[in-house]
C-alpha cells in the first residue's frame, strides 16, 4: 500500500524598511512523495504582492559552509532585485500601504494549503528549522492540527550534537538534479515535466526537493548517511585549523617584520 508523506518549505522576508520581525510570506512549497510508488507531487504558491521584502540567502563553498550571507530586495510582484541598504526606512503611511497590499495573502496562504492538505492525505509533515515557518502559516489561519510534524533538523542535532545547515546537508547526500531527476548518493526519483519546472535553486521548491532527498537518505541509509556526515565534519574542522594556524602565521610574519624595522 502506497503511504504519502509531505515536505514543507516556506521563503519568507521582512518588509523593506520596516519592522525587523514582521515577515511576509514569499513562497510556499509542499511537495508530497508517495512511497511506495515513488511518484512525487509538487504545489507551489508564490506572493504577487507588489510589497518589496529583504530576501537573505548564504553563499556556501564546496562543503556547504557559509561563507557569507548576502542581503537583497525583492519585490514579489515584478520579482526584481535591488540593493539593500540598512539605513532606508519606510513612511507610516508606505509601511501601512505595505501592510494593506499583505494583507489578502493570509487567505491565500490558508486556501492553498487547506486544499492541499485535502488533496493530498498524509499524517507525517517534514520541516527543516521549520518553527517560523508553521507560525507564519498558523498566523494566516492554517490548521495544522491533524499532522505529526517532525523537525529533521531537531533530530540530526540530537543524534549528532550539531546543528546542520540544509546546504551541508545537500552536500552530505550529494544532492543534484536536472529536468528529469532528483538524484543523492544512494537514490533517484523521476520527476514529472510540471514538478522539475518548479525546482530552481533558490526557490522554495529547490528547498522541499532537497529535504526529501535528506530525510529519505537519512531514513534509508542512516549508516552511510552518518558516515558520509561525519566525514564532511571532519573536513570542515580541518579547513578551520588550517585557517587558524595561517592567521597565526601572519600575525608572526607582521611581528618578525616590525622587529626586522626596529
Known amino acids: ?93 508606505d509601511l501601512q500601504f505595505a501592510f494593506r497590499n499583505l494583507r489578502s495573502t493570509k487567505a491565500a496562504v490558508k486556501n492553498f494549503l487547506h486544499k492541499n492538505l485535502r488533496k493530498y492525505r498524509f499524517d507525517d509533515m517534514i520541516v527543516f528549522d521549520g518553527r517560523r515557518d508553521i507560525f507564519l502559516c498558523e498566523r494566516s489561519g492554517v490548521s495544522f492540527d491533524y499532522v505529526n510534524i517532525i523537525d529533521i533538523q531537531k533530530d540530526l542535532n540530537r543524534e549528532t550534537d550539531y546543528l546542520f545547515s540544509l546546504n551541508k546537508l545537500s552536500t552530505v547526500i550529494d544532492f543534484h538534479t536536472d529536468r528529469s531527476y532528483l538524484r543523492s548518493y544512494n537514490l533517484e526519483y523521476w520527476l514529472h515535466p510540471i514538478a522539475a519546472r518548479q525546482i530552481m535553486p533558490g526557490t522554495a521548491a529547490f528547498d522541499a526537493a532537497r529535504l526529501m532527498m535528506v530525510f529519505n537518505e537519512y531514513h534509508e541509509h542512516h549508516g552511510d548517511f552518518m558516515l558520509r556526515a561525519a566525514k564532511l565534519l571532519n573536513k570542515i574542522q580541518k579547513r578551520k585549523e588550517e585557517e587558524k594556524e595561517e592567521a597565526n602565521d601572519s600575525e608572526s610574519d607582521d611581528g618578525s617584520s616590525s622587529d626586522n624595522i626596529d
Open 1 to 93: 500500500m502506497n503511504e504519502n508523506i509531505a515536505f514543507l518549505e516556506l521563503k519568507y522576508g521582512n518588509i523593506y524598511g520596516g519592522y525587523p520581525n514582521f515577515y511576509a510570506i514569499s513562497e510556499i512549497a509542499l511537495l508530497v512523495f508517495e512511497r511506495g510508488s515513488n511518484k512525487i507531487f509538487l504545489e507551489s504558491w508564490i506572493n504577487q504582492a507588489d510589497v518589496d521584502i529583504v530576501d537573505v540567502y548564504a553563499e556556501t563553498d564546496e562543503l556547504g559552509h557559509t561563507v557569507r550571507r548576502v542581503r537583497e530586495v525583492l519585490n514579489m510582484r515584478s520579482n526584481r532585485r535591488f540593493r539593500y541598504d540598512e539605513e532606508f526606512r519606510l513612511s507610516d503611511r
